[in-house]
């Protein structure tokens, strides 16, 4: 009897569904085809919405009800992401956080709604995290630990954290891989690939190939934890000299390419106000301590954090003396700053100080954006156009609260600009604005956006880069001492000003209790 090719054909596939159904523990979602088909499906309803809903039809003349129809598309699609980044764990989270995190540079519906996943990401079973301590570390939990708390203290993108002792009686935190994020990684990363490719073909206007170049490119370094350990000793190294900074030690005989254990580090989230209040730590030095590691990274070493959310940093009391302390968490990802990034941008920094839009433009071009310099200005500082090219600076305008509802209110115009701005510039500057926006949002959460501690310590950090790199291009005692009083002088007028805030943030309580 002869079988028909068909037959064949169909018997063959039930074979290769059963044997991926199998592979994935009867798991329908975790098989490749499925995960693919998901996004796939995502990716076409959000084109659609957009091309149908908002772009093919006749616009209102009313202009509020055309906010009200981009901001109800924005809220559709951010919806959909959420879904699919649920659904498929693993790298879509990550995309999602990455997403979440650029702030005042995305519409305000994506960020809220992404913004979830930076600390309720869906977790693993424990049966799983036990399985691959074991296969990683080649025993039994029990052998290792004297106790191993089941519920884990936190779950992200790519592994999850618990609460554990060592024999020793350390108290250690141990994080683990979910089990089905190394096997999904190539699959996801180039379904990403093809859907923003599809992307860029409906939308011409909007660049995301960044988004899935960076993903492909960072994420095998994201999924060593060896490499994160060794990024935490060399961070810990390079600030030593901050004693209010802990880099939790890594216990590198329990430690292995899916599971790292470190020190255990106690405390609140960095923008956690009730807790801060609770504990009687002040906001103020919290924002200052916050704005000082990230200059220090940037413009010092230029090794820098590349995952700034504030659940990557810790607060709390140190227990030895008391005293306020940063703990810096999750190390998978770093970006090394070239010196010349390190120059352009810090004279970037100087010109928006100063209200030098000659010198905004120029630099802005070195950096790659052309002549979209003052929409890069805004989305470096987050502060209004007008208020940057204003007489005064934005050293001395204020952020008011009408200027930054305005900014999350049109950022959503300029999406095709401000994703042609992404796609352009050095791939470190997309981790610069993702650190901007961490500051200010640990700044708005904390209540201290009037103090500007974070930029006046980023204006202090830039200048001295600045007119340390001029003054090695001297080659006269003049040209060496000129750079140096300017450098003095541009010093001493933002510590000035730094004083002129701290004044107006004593006396305007009093005033408004006597008038």
């Given at each position: ?81 959420l ?31 992404l ?13 799983d ?17 004297k ?21 020793t ?37 909007f ?27 060399r ?128 630099h ?37 609260k ?15 600009q ?12 997309i981790?610069?604005f ?26 202090k ?25 300017i450098?003095t ?19 305007d ?7």
């Open positions: 009897m002869r079988i028909k090719p068909r037959w064949l054909i169909l018997g063959a596939s039930a074979a290769a569904v059963t044997y991926s159904l199998a592979d994935n523990k009867w798991n329908v979602n975790a098989i490749g085809i499925v995960r693919f088909g998901r996004a796939a499906y995502t990716a076409a309803a959000i084109s659609a919405d957009y091309k149908f809903r908002v772009y093919g039809r006749q616009m209102p003349d009313d202009p509020e009800e055309v906010k009200y129809l981009w901001s109800s598309a924005h809220r559709r699609s951010a919806e959909r992401l879904d699919l980044a649920k659904a498929n764990k693993g790298v879509f989270i990550k995309v999602g956080q990455h997403l979440g995190a650029l702030d005042y540079l995305l519409p305000p519906e994506y960020i809220e709604t913004r979830v996943l930076h600390s309720h990401a869906p977790s693993s079973p424990l049966q995290v036990l399985q691959v301590i074991k296969e990683d570390l080649q025993n039994d939990t029990d052998k290792i630990f106790k191993f708390d089941p519920e884990p203290l936190g779950a992200a993108s790519l592994a999850q954290v618990y609460k554990a002792e060592l024999k009686g350390e108290i250690v935190a141990v994080k683990v891989q979910h089990r089905d994020v190394l096997p999904h990684s190539t699959v996801d990363i180039k379904t990403m690939e093809v859907l923003t490719q599809i992307a860029a073909w409906i939308f011409p206007d660049k995301l190939l960044w988004l899935a170049e960076e993903t492909k490119r960072n994420l095998p370094n994201e999924l060593n934890f060896i490499h994160e350990g060794q990024n935490a000793d961070v810990r190294s390079l600030t030593a000299d901050c004693d209010w900074l802990m880099v939790p030690k890594i216990y590198w005989e329990f430690s292995a390419k899916r599971v790292l254990t470190m020190e255990f580090c106690e405390g609140g989230q960095i923008n956690d106000l009730k807790y801060l209040d609770e504990h009687n730590i002040n906001t103020k030095e919290v924002c200052e301590k916050l704005g000082l590691l990230y200059a220090d990274m940037i413009f010092n070493h230029g090794f820098v954090h590349c995952d700034p959310h504030p659940g990557n940093i810790i607060i709390r009391k140190r227990p030895r003396d008391n005293e306020v302390e940063l703990c810096l968490l999750d190390h998978g990802l770093y970006t090394t700053l070239s010196d010349e990034f390190r120059y352009s941008y810090s004279q970037l920094w100087l010109s928006i100080i100063n209200s030098d839009v000659d010198g905004i433009k120029k802005s071009i070195d950096l790659g954006v052309g002549e979209m310099y003052g929409l890069f200005a805004c989305m470096v500082t987050g502060r209004s156009w007008e208020s940057i090219a204003s007489k005064d600076g934005i050293t001395k305008v204020k952020l008011t009408d200027e930054e509802n305005a900014i999350r209110k049109n950022v959503g115009s300029y999406l095709p401000i994703s042609d701005i992404l796609a352009r510039v050095p791939k470190p500057m981790l610069i993702k650190t901007n926006d961490l500051i200010r949002g640990v700044e708005a959460a904390l209540k201290n956006q009037k103090s500007m501690y974070s930029f006046m310590t980023m204006s950090f830039c200048t001295r880069a600045v007119y340390k790199e001029r003054r090695k291009k001297c080659d006269t005692y003049y040209c060496y001492f000129k750079y140096k009083l450098e002088m541009t010093l001493a007028k933002i510590s000035l000003f730094q004083l002129f805030l701290w004044l107006r943030t004593v006396i309580p009093v005033l408004s209790i006597v008038l």
